[in-house]
C-alpha cells in the first residue's frame, strides 16, 4: 500500500490504455493498408493473351505494370512483387468453342502484398468472366438471369448494439479476469512474501491483534485494489469500444449498450466474486514464497491457470451449462459474456453467484489456513508437511 | 508473589527434530532473567513460544498467569517481545511506527502520545524520529524496535539477543534500559544473549539449554557451585560440553 507506482500500474494505467491501445492498432492498420496500395507489383502476362482483353483490364489498376512477355514459374519467386497469367490451350478458340478456358495465376502468396494483389487481379478477372457469360447468353437468346436461379441476399437484424454485446462479451470477460490478477497478485506478493522478505510480519503477529483480523485486512486490501484495476478497465474498455465504433462510422446515438440495470447488477456481483476468488488465491500462492524473487516465479504459472478457462470460455459454441457453471473463472467469463450479449437467464446466474461464491470462500479458506502456519508466522518456508499435518 | 512468566515442561518438534525438550522455568516481576545457549540450543524457538507465535508441542507457557496457548490476546496484551528477525517498516518513521503498533495494542491516545514521547525521549530518538526507518543506523533501528516492544507498556519484557551486531556503546544502552525497566518499573524480562558477561552484570538468574535441553536454572553462584568453576565462561563451556 506504501507503495504508489503499484497504484498508478494498475489504477490509472488501464483507463488510458484501451483508447490508447484502440487508437493505436487503428493507425498502424491504416498505414500499413495504404503502403499496400502504393506500393507497384509487375503482372508479367503470357503472349498468348496479348490479343484478348487481360493486359487492358490488369493495366486499368494503376498499382500494376503490365508486361507482356513468357516466363518461367520458378524464376517468377526470384523476382521482387511479380505476378504472373498465362492461360491454358488456346483463349480464342476455347471461347469460340464454349468451353471454360483456363487462367492461371502464379506467383509466392505467401507474401501478403502478392496475395492481396492475387485478390484483385482475380476480381477484375470474373467481371470480364461476367461480361464474357453474358455475350455468350445473349448469343443463345436468353437473359443474364439464366445463369443466376437463384439470388441470396442476408439482411442482418442484429442491432449495432448487439453487435457491440457480442464484442465485449466475448473479449471483456477476458481481460477483466486478467486484470483482477495483475491487480491482486503484486499488492498480494507485497504484502506476504514482501513483509516476509522485509521481515516485518513476525511483529505483526505478537500484538494481540487476532489473526483473522490481519487476514481479512490484508485481503480487503488485496481485493480493493483488484476490484479498483477491474471496475476501471471495465469501463475504459466499454468506453473505448463506444468510442471506436463512432471513428468507424457508426450511429452513435443509436449505440448504446444492451445491458439491463439487472445485467449490471448481475455484472458487478460477478465482477467482485471474481475478486474475491483472484485476491484470495493470489494471497494463498504469494505465501508460500519467503521471498519476491520467489513469488514471481509462481506468478507465471498462477496467471496461465486463471487465463486458460477465461480464454476457453472465448471459443465459439462455449455456452453456460451446468457443467461449465462449475469451473472457476469459465463460469464467470461466460455469465459476464452472455450479460454484454443480452442472453442471459435468471437460473443461470444464480446458479454461477452461488458457485463462485464458493470458490471464493474456499480459496479465502485456503489462504488463511496458510496464514495461520506457523511457518508464515515466523517468516519461515512454509513446511508442507506440517501444513497438511495440521490441516 | 506469583510468576510474570512461566515456561512449563515446554517442548517443540520440528518434523524428526526436538528444538526444545522440557524447559520449565519462571520469571518474577523485577527480575532479569538471561538465557543461555550455544547456536541452536532452541533459545529463539523457546522464546517464540513464550510468546504464542509457535505453538508448543508439549508443555505450555503463561504470561501474567495467562495461558499463552488457550488466551493469546490476552497474554499478548502483557507482553513486549522482539527477535533478531524482526525489522522495522521502512516507510514509516520511528514515531509513525510507534504510534501505529500503539493503536494495534489499543493504547487510549493521549496516554499514547504521553508514552511515545516518553519512550522518544528515554531512547534518544528525537534526533532522527522524522527519518524513515530504512534509513537508521543498526543501533538507531534496535534502539526504535526496543522502544516498540514497550510502546504499550507490558509487564514482561522478551528480548532474544537485543544486544547482538551492536557497538559497545550502543549495548550497553540497551543494557541500562533493560536494568531501569526491572529495578525501576518492576517489569519481568527474559533475554537471551551470547555474551556472557551482559549476564554476570546484569542478570538475577540464568536459564542455560543446550541441545534444547534445561542445563541450569537458578542464579549465577549456583551455576558456579555445580560445575565447581570460578567464572560463569568456564562453567557454561562445562555445562554444553557434550
Ligand atoms: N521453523 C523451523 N523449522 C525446523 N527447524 C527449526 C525451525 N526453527 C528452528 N529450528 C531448529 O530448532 C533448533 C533450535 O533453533 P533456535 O533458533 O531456537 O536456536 P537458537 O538457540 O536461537 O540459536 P542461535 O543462537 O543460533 O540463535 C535448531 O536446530 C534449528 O535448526
Ligand atoms: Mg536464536
Redesign the pocket.
Known amino acids: 500500500m506504501r507503495d504508489k507506482r503499484t497504484l498508478y500500474l494498475v489504477i490509472l494505467l488501464p483507463f488510458f490504455l484501451y483508447p490508447a491501445l484502440f487508437f493505436l492498432i487503428g493507425k498502424v492498420g491504416q498505414s500499413q493498408a495504404g503502403k499496400m496500395q502504393q506500393e507497384k507489383v509487375t503482372v508479367l502476362i503470357d503472349p498468348a493473351l496479348e490479343q484478348t482483353p487481360v493486359p487492358g483490364l490488369i493495366g486499368s489498376d494503376p498499382s500494376f505494370v503490365v508486361k507482356v512477355q513468357a516466363f518461367d514459374s520458378q524464376a517468377l519467386t526470384e523476382e521482387k512483387n511479380t505476378i504472373g497469367i498465362r492461360v491454358d490451350g488456346n483463349y480464342a478458340a476455347g471461347l469460340a468453342a464454349n468451353e471454360s478456358v483456363i487462367l492461371r495465376i502464379t506467383g509466392d502468396f505467401s507474401k501478403d502484398l502478392l496475395d492481396g494483389r492475387k485478390q484483385s487481379i482475380t476480381g477484375l478477372l470474373n467481371k470480364l468472366n461476367q461480361s464474357l457469360l453474358e455475350e455468350r447468353l445473349q448469343g443463345v437468346k436468353l437473359p443474364p438471369t439464366f445463369a443466376q436461379p437463384l439470388l441470396i441476399q442476408e439482411e442482418d437484424l442484429a442491432k449495432p448494439s448487439q453487435r457491440i454485446g457480442k464484442v465485449l462479451g466475448t473479449y471483456a470477460p477476458m481481460l477483466l479476469m486478467l486484470f483482477i490478477f495483475t491487480g491482486c497478485i503484486y499488492i498480494a506478493i507485497d504484502i506476504t512474501a514482501g513483509e516476509k522478505e522485509r521481515r516485518t510480519l513476525q511483529t505483526l503477529f505478537t500484538t494481540p491483534v487476532n489473526v483473522r483480523e490481519i487476514i481479512a485486512g490484508k485481503f480487503l486490501a488485496v481485493a480493493c485494489v483488484g476490484l479498483a484495476s477491474a471496475l476501471m478497465n471495465l469501463f475504459s474498455l466499454v468506453f473505448a469500444v463506444l468510442l471506436q465504433a463512432k471513428i468507424m462510422g457508426g450511429n452513435v446515438s443509436a449505440i448504446s449498450l444492451a445491458v439491463s440495470a439487472q445485467g449490471w447488477v448481475w455484472m458487478i456481483t460477478l465482477i467482485v466474486l471474481s475478486t474475491v476468488f483472484l485476491a484470495a488465491l493470489s494471497m494463498a500462492v504469494s505465501l508460500l514464497a519467503n521471498s519476491y524473487k520467489e513469488s514471481q516465479s509462481y506468478v507465471s504459472p498462477l496467471m496461465m491457470l486463471v487465463l486458460i478457462p477465461a480464454v476457453m470460455a472465448q471459443m465459439p459454441g462455449m455456452e453456460l451449462t451446468m457443467t461449465t457453471a462449475l469451473v472457476p473463472v469459465l463460469n464467470i467469463c461466460l455469465a459476464i459474456g452472455a450479460i454484454f450479449k443480452g442472453t442471459f437467464s435468471l437460473p443461470a446466474m444464480v446458479l454461477v453467484v452461488f458457485f463462485a461464491l464458493l470458490y471464493g470462500l474456499l480459496a479465502l479458506y485456503l489462504a488463511s489456513h496458510i496464514f495461520g502456519n506457523?511457518?508464515v508466522v515466523?517468516g519461515?518456508k512454509v513446511?508442507w508437511k506440517l501444513l497438511r499435518g495440521r490441516g | 508473589m506469583p510468576a510474570s512468566i512461566e515456561a512449563r515442561n515446554l517442548g517443540?518438534r520440528?518434523?524428526e527434530?526436538h528444538?526444545?525438550q522440557e524447559v520449565s522455568f519462571e520469571v518474577h516481576p523485577g527480575e532479569i532473567v538471561g538465557l543461555l545457549?550455544?547456536?541452536?540450543?532452541?533459545?529463539?524457538?523457546?522464546l517464540?513460544m513464550l510468546a504464542g507465535l509457535l505453538a508448543p508441542t508439549a508443555g505450555e507457557a503463561f504470561i501474567n498467569q495467562h495461558s499463552v496457548q488457550k488466551e493469546p490476546l490476552v497474554a499478548r496484551r502483557a507482553l513486549g517481545f522482539l527477535t533478531?528477525d524482526m525489522d522495522l517498516y521502512r516507510r514509516l518513521t520511528p514515531v509513525e511506527l510507534l504510534t501505529y503498533f500503539g493503536q494495534l495494542y489499543e493504547v487510549p491516545r493521549p496516554e499514547l502520545r504521553r508514552r511515545i514521547d516518553e519512550l522518544v525521549e528515554a531512547f534518544g530518538i528525537g534526533d532522527f524520529k522524522d527519518k524513515h526507518c530504512e534509513k537508521l543506523s543498526t543501533g538507531q533501528k534496535q534502539r526504535v524496535s526496543i522502544a516498540r516492544t514497550l510502546v504499550h507498556d507490558p509487564a514482561v519484557v522478551v528480548l532474544?539477543?537485543p544486544t547482538t551486531g551492536l557497538d559497545i556503546m550502543a549495548s550497553e544502552f540497551i543494557l541500562q534500559f533493560i536494568r531501569r525497566m526491572a529495578r525501576e518499573n518492576g517489569k519481568a524480562v527474559i533475554f537471551?544473549t551470547?555474551h556472557l558477561d551482559e549476564v554476570e552484570r546484569l542478570c538475577d538468574r540464568v536459564v542455560i539449554?543446550h541441545k534444547?535441553r534445561l542445563q541450569h536454572h537458578g542464579d549465577i553462584d549456583s551455576a558456579l557451585a555445580a560445575t565447581n568453576q570460578a567464572r560463569l565462561a568456564d562453567a557454561f563451556f562445562e555445562m554444553v560440553q557434550f
Open positions: 506457523e511457518n515466523t519461515e513446511n | 517443540k520440528f518434523g527434530v528444538a526444545v545457549g550455544p547456536n541452536g540450543a532452541g533459545k529463539t524457538t523457546t517464540r533478531g532474544d539477543e537471551s551470547h539449554i534444547g
